[in-house]
């Protein structure tokens, strides 16, 4: 939600900013823009709808060597070319990522004084006021340190002041910014797939640090002004992530990473027939897992593991629903935080507030050294790499696998699960490369309503997979727990209603199938996904094998990510930056 790019150097820097900014897409955005110095004045160009509006217009060799650029996820009033960022006001010009929660207030103490503004958004307010305090004591690193002072809410800014035609600042508090370290050149992100074309050497950013890039270099103050020195960090991944390495999409990459994903959690985690370095869950008498979208749907398959293998009682709670619900903070409980950003507002805030209550937090997350990650009591990362497609397919997976390892590390003898995580890989590939999914797609492409099906474990991965569905192929679809369906819902179906039944749990099977067949004797037709050879109560099917209850979820997933890409390629869908979603949801 949003990228940041700020580029001070020696190369011209339209280039070296808009191939930054392209691979800040996958964050999800409604317009572009770029401010940069010529002839040391601002010029800036900013444009609704996708980069390419942007790219259009540009010239590409500008004499310039200092700017900043931005993708905006509309928040505060619509996306047009207005409100797209960055935005001037007096000798301030800035990019913003974030939400300044008392912008109002501001404004209207701004608008008292005499300012006017031109767009409905905070940013400007910023803008506004950083230039207010800017022209009572001319020293931009003040007027920054005092702007932090005033705002609430979350902010990462670059900016310039026209008086320093050759000075980049930034400031960040709780939205990701980092600083790329180039040879002579500097680049600033909100994330590492902006950076790798000019540097692999980058800072991170602390709440309130300052950051001030001239032709002396780069350096950094504390919120007291001092100058402080920061450890720098080598990105030591794959340099390649903007690369679609042959796919034609990102999603379908990401899909195909997960055998060798999977291998390497077992080659870190898995030693002989026991798992090691694994955080152990089994002091806490309860564990409340707290995430947003896939996030959440993977810690409801942990908390089948969790409480059938450890046999410790989990509740999973949405992020945004735990921030404002009574909560009990029994100290004995454990609250795991999953998010594959590690940037998610709702989750970060429900991680304060579990902290700030005294309960210990483990955050398992995808992102090295994001908020999340940095602000919990421990962390497990997912390893998952840079996940470039909006909709999360590795990341999901690799979620659940960690979460299955802390469920299976309580165990004595854990040789079945390390024993079936050995043959997943293979298992994963045989699905992938095995199944037709287009032609079960070309079935389904065309209904306006899906709705999944399951009971137990098979309703926690049939909400993952009519998200899925959803996001990528616009289709509307819900996952309802087939048991319920006759108090209300099955009114809803006719043969016009697709319907996708997932039904792997062998402890309730039969009851999922009575359900089923109630569906389809209102005229539906059923897609099961299932691993029943009988199959009696499907016209169309995918079979899967049975294995055991590790196994079968797991394999189970990657057909509904498989199914739900097909679908949308056929819709000639977006597939990889679905309309009106982001990736990383920095606002509440
Ligand atoms: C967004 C993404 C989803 C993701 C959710 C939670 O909505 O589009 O794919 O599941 O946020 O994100 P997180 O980064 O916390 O896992």
Known sequence: MCGIVGYLGNKKAIPVIMQGLKSLEYRGYDSAGIAYIKNDKVNIIKKAGKIKNLDNVLNYKEDTYLGIAHTRWATHGKANDINAHPHKYGKITIVHNGIIENYDNLKKELIKKGKTFISETDTEVVACLLDEIYEKNKNMLEAINLLAKRLNGSYALNIICSDEPHTLYAVRKDSPLI?????????????????????????????????????????????????????????????????????????????NEQPELIKKLFRKYAIGDKFSNVFDISKYKSIEIVACGSAYHAGLIGKYYIEHLANIKTTVTYASEYRYQKNFFDKDSLVIIISQSGETADSLAALKLAKKNKIDTLAIVNVFESSIAREAKYVFYTEAGIEVAVATTKAYLAQILVLLMLAANTLKDQSEVINSLKLLPNLLSQYINNYDYKK?????????????????????????????????????????????????????????????????????????????????????????????????????????EDYNDILNPLVTIISMQLLAYHIAKLKKCDIDKPRNLAKSVTVE
Do not use: C, W
């Open 179 to 255: 600083v790329g370290n180039g040879n002579q050149e500097y680049i600033l992100a909100s994330d590492i797939p902006a950076l790798l074309h000019v540097t692999n050497k980058y800072f991170l950013l602390d709440n309130y640090d300052i950051v001030k890039i001239d032709n002396n270099g780069l350096k950094f103050y504390d919120e007291n002004l001092k100058q402080i020195k920061k450890q720098e960090k080598v990105y030591t991944g794959d340099l390649e992530v903007s690369s679609k390495k042959g796919y034609d999409h990102f999603m379908l990459k990401e899909i």
């Open 440 to 544: 079960i797609a070309k079935k389904l492409v065309n209904y306006e309503h899906i709705f999944y099906l399951g009971r137990g474990l098979d309703f926690s991965l049939a909400m993952e997979g009519s998200l899925k569905l959803k996001e990528i192929s616009y289709i509307h679809s819900e996952a309802y727990p087939a048991g319920e369906l006759k108090h209300g819902t099955i009114s809803l179906i006719d043969k016009n209603t697709g319907i996708i039944a997932i039904v792997i749990d062998k402890t309730i099977k039969e009851k999922t199938i009575s359900n089923i067949k109630e569906v389809a004797s209102r005229g539906a037709k059923i897609l099961a996904i299932t691993n029943d050879e009988k199959n009696e109560f499907s016209d169309t099917k995918i079979l899967l």
